[in-house]
């Protein structure tokens, strides 16, 4: 299974960005995809997840407004639209996947994901 993390980079602040979490080697449709997020000396934090069927999403509470996660099942493809972008934005964003039934729920925390990309960095310049 591998994830791939792209879109990432030096954006200034109040500027949007769109980041990109393609996956391969596992079958998209049945897996939960989550970004979370990770600044140095800090540790790994949620930031947005999206389900099977992109119907349910949820968002941490420090982006909710600002960010949006969609998915395109048919490019195997999940992606994080970030607007406003703040300085305390700044890290390494990493997608995780995990295959789940149709209903599972949103999970936020690290542990439970068995798949990860290598993240992609994103700088923020005030």
């Known amino acids: 299974v591998q994830l791939q993390a792209s879109g990432g980079g030096l954006v200034q602040s109040g500027d949007s960005l769109k980041l990109s979490c393609t996956v391969s080697g596992l079958t998209f449709t049945r897996a939960m995809i989550t970004w979370f997020r990770q600044a140095p000396g800090k540790e790994r934090e949620f930031v947005a997840g999206?389900?099977?069927?992109?119907?349910?999403?949820r968002y941490a509470d420090s982006v909710k407004g600002r960010v949006t996660i969609s998915r395109d099942n048919s490019k195997k493809t999940v992606y994080l639209q970030m607007i406003n972008v703040r300085p305390e934005d700044a890290a390494t964003y990493l997608c995780?996947?995990?295959?789940?039934?149709?209903?599972?729920?949103?999970?936020?925390?690290?542990?439970?994901?068995?798949?990860w990309g290598q993240g992609t960095q994103v700088t923020v310049s005030s």
């Open positions: 995780a996947a995990k295959s789940v039934i149709l209903t599972a729920p949103i999970l936020s925390t690290p542990e439970e994901y068995s798949y």
């Open positions: 999206i389900g099977r069927s992109g119907g349910d999403r």
